[in-house]
């Protein structure tokens, strides 16, 4: 209970935007320190966890606050490689970027590209292993 204070008033600490509305803390922080505006989109998947909000709904909501952001990505951590896959392709054209974490077996995906690219002012273009990361790699 002691990292309540912290996750409440700490803008930058991120925790997962489908906990329960109770819970302290935010799922979703914009930095606009930089040149452009970044959002940064926290969630857990669902299978194997815990009763959680579902992500999909989630992050949908949470993308109509995103407006002005030039680069959007999301950090999901999911125990499943599939449910991974799926936000992935759910995904695809909507973020910049979606990081797969929590992997127990590496999984290669350079033949399982996604059809948008994600979105157009996308500077990360070459797909990784999507157990780490999803279609990750910055050149602007």
Same mark, same amino acid.
């Given at each position: 209970?002691?990292?309540?204070?912290?996750?409440?008033?700490?803008?930058?600490?991120?925790? @997962?935007?489908?906990?329960?509305?109770s819970?302290?803390?935010?799922?979703?922080?914009?930095y606009?320190?930089l040149?452009?505006?970044?959002?940064?989109?926290?969630?857990?998947?669902? =299978?194997?966890?815990?009763?959680?909000?579902?992500?999909? #709904?989630?992050? #949908?909501?949470?993308?109509?606050?995103? #407006?002005?952001?030039?680069?959007?990505? !999301?950090?999901?951590? =999911?125990?499943?490689?599939?449910?991974?896959?799926?936000?992935?392709?759910?995904?695809?054209?909507?973020v910049? =970027?979606?990081?797969?974490?929590?992997?127990?077996?590496?999984? #290669?995906?350079?033949?399982?590209?996604? @059809?948008?690219?994600?979105?157009?002012?996308? @500077?990360?273009?070459?797909? =990784?292993?999507?157990?780490?990361?999803?279609? !990750?790699?910055f050149?602007?």
């Amino acid at each position: 209970k002691e990292i309540y204070d912290i996750l409440e008033d700490e803008d930058y600490i991120l925790r @997962p935007a489908n906990l329960h509305s109770s819970a302290p803390g935010r799922g979703l922080v914009i930095y606009d320190g930089l040149k452009f505006r970044l959002c940064v989109i926290n969630l857990l998947g669902t =299978a194997f966890m815990d009763p959680l909000d579902n992500p999909f #709904d989630t992050v #949908d909501r949470l993308l109509e606050q995103t #407006d002005g952001c030039k680069f959007v990505v !999301v950090d999901f951590h =999911a125990e499943a490689t599939s449910e991974k896959r799926v936000m992935g392709y759910f995904l695809d054209g909507k973020v910049s =970027a979606v990081f797969g974490t929590h992997t127990h077996i590496q999984t #290669d995906s350079y033949s399982n590209c996604y @059809p948008k690219q994600y979105k157009s002012n996308n @500077p990360f273009h070459i797909h =990784a292993p999507f157990t780490f990361l999803y279609n !990750v790699c910055f050149k602007y």
